[in-house]
């Protein structure tokens, strides 16, 4: 018995492998979870999109097909779309070029776009696959600004470093003005510490004797 497909005409083999390489590109294309769409290079006609440009963009396909992405509206500024073009145009491709983009609802999220032209049907197309790094773009705001914020938390932090003159004697701290402050105010003003006043047992004892032995007297009481 002879294979079926031996019996098959050169160019219905051809037509088969056409329609093979056609489903496989549309399963490709409609599992992608990133917004994915097709337009014509000449006037951005939509032409194709998949489920994730519904769910991303909130359009449904009756809406989107036919229609430019200008019409649409999805641009927040139009021409992110005439930078693609020309880079399109001069490589034809476009990586990771990120822009702000509006959903029907008016919503906007920050799409990372890729784009690569195409022949369809003997006339330049774009596949175009948005990725939406919204999320991600808040959490590097955010942690920047946790940055931004510690570091203005340290710098505002008051430290004391290098050699400090003081006095022999009265131990006043001359400041780098030549001015002579007390030990307390020059480190009040140049630090966070803040100062409570009492006397060590030895200063207690020779300038304050009698308090010393007024304890004295009644402890033993």
């Known amino acids: ?6 019996n098959i005409a050169p160019d219905c083999k051809q037509d088969l492998h056409i ?5 496989l590109f549309e399963l490709v294309f409609n599992m992608n979870p990133d917004a994915a769409q097709i337009t014509r290079l000449t006037d ?25 992405t200008l019409d649409i509206d999805l641009w927040e500024h139009p021409a992110d779309r005439q930078n693609i073009i020309d880079e399109l145009t001069r490589n034809g ?11 029907k609802d008016g919503s906007k999220f920050v799409g990372l776009l890729s784009a690569k032209i195409f022949s369809y ?3 330049p197309h774009v596949i175009t696959v948005t990725r939406d790094i919204t999320e991600k773009r808040q959490i590097e705001r955010d942690r920047d600004r946790l940055i931004a914020d510690l570091q203005k938390a340290l710098s505002e932090i008051k430290t004391l470093q290098g050699i400090l003159p003081i006095c022999s004697y009265c131990k006043k701290i001359r400041d780098d003005k030549g001015a002579w402050t007390q030990m307390e ?7 966070n510490a803040l100062f409570s006043h009492g006397l060590c047992h030895e200063c207690l004892e020779k300038h304050l004797p009698g308090i010393i032995k007024e304890e004295g007297r009644m402890s033993e009481e």
């Open 19 to 23: 329609k093979a390489a056609s489903d």
């Open 185 to 191: 105010s020059y480190i009040s003003k140049h630090t």
């Open 93 to 103: 491709f476009c990586s990771n070029y990120e822009a702000i983009f509006k959903r």
């Open 121 to 123: 049907q003997d006339t």
């Open 44 to 68: 951005g006609c939509v032409t194709h999109v998949n489920d994730g440009y519904t769910r991303m963009c909130g359009f449904l396909r009756e809406e989107a097909i036919g229609k430019r």
């Open 1 to 6: 018995m002879h294979n079926d497909r031996e």
